[in-house]
């Protein structure tokens, strides 16, 4: 009898062990390539692959993050990428919403097929309207400057596409009620929409604060004077100059994307929220 009281706890403790033994295993697997890429970063690049190229460091040298943010420039760099991630995160978050509020909640002549247009915008990649929109830039005289590096972006069909999918989840009734308070759109939105969609705005912002961190193409194809390089193109710029010290340049990658790494650990309860409240939402 004793015997089958204490299976149902052995059971559980098999199970825990399994469990912790499988997200440990997962655990290293993941972090096992961002093991590597230290270990090539505190590795000369020469002694390294003459050692076979170990998965331990060969003569570790740390000082290469001091080198790599000094030659690099890494300082104004970050804050160029800083400055512009945030004027476009902040630009799309709210067109985003009075888009979404106008699809979501609103009535006017043609109505689907403005969205319709909207949502055809996903499917032009930016090499399809990169020469039009440089030309566009170089016209308007914005070449190095921030309204010439963040004006392609402003505006988000995919952040329309995701709000206005979450705003219709609202009741009509709270417009309805806000209209018989005497609450207008502008106060609607801020005192009824925002606060009641803030995991999926959240996301949003996430998701395009990540893009517009690591954006590369249209910033290379607008950005003449080095002052303006962003994080992005000083690695590229790094890694072409030091082709025999590579090391320098995969400690610059390393640093460039610390910032990012510290804003999904803060966030991480935010992200969770956002994502598990989407997938109960009926």
Do not use: C
């Not at 009509?172 to 005497?182: K, N, S, V």
Request: a positive charge.
């Amino acid at each position: 009898m004793a015997t089958e009281r204490n299976a149902p706890g052995t059971r559980k403790l098999l199970s825990d062990a399994v469990s912790y033994v499988s997200l440990t295993a997962l655990s290293l697997l993941v972090l096992f390539p961002i093991w590597l890429t230290i270990v090539r970063a505190v590795s000369p690049p020469f002694e390294y692959i003459e050692a076979g190229q170990p998965f331990l460091p060969v003569n570790a040298d740390l000082g290469v993050f001091g080198d790599a943010w000094r030659e690099g420039g890494l300082g104004r760099a970050m804050l160029v990428t800083v400055a512009i991630a945030v004027v476009i995160t902040v630009a799309q978050l709210a067109t985003s919403i009075a888009a979404a509020y106008a699809f979501a909640f609103l009535r006017f002549p043609f109505q689907r097929l403005l969205f319709g247009v909207v949502l055809a915008t996903m499917l032009l990649p930016i090499e399809v309207t990169l020469v039009a929109n440089v030309r566009t830039i170089r016209e308007f005289h914005w070449l190095d400057s921030v309204q010439g590096l963040t004006a392609p972006f402003l505006a988000s069909a995919f952040g329309i596409f995701l709000l206005r999918q979450s705003f219709r989840g609202l009741p009509p009734e709270l417009r309805d009620a806000a209209t018989l308070d005497g609450l207008g759109h502008f106060a609607f939105v801020r005192r009824v929409v925002v606060p009641l969609n803030r995991p999926a705005i959240g996301s949003l912002a996430l998701i395009t604060l990540l893009s517009a961190w690591n954006n590369y193409l249209w910033l290379q194809a607008i950005t003449i004077k080095p002052e303006w390089s962003t994080l992005q193109l000083v690695l590229r710029r790094v890694t072409i100059q030091q082709p025999d010290r590579i090391n320098v340049g995969v400690a610059a990658a390393i640093i460039s994307a610390l910032p990012v790494l510290a804003l999904l650990i803060v966030f991480q309860k935010q992200i969770i929220r956002g994502l598990t409240a989407g997938a109960v939402k009926g």
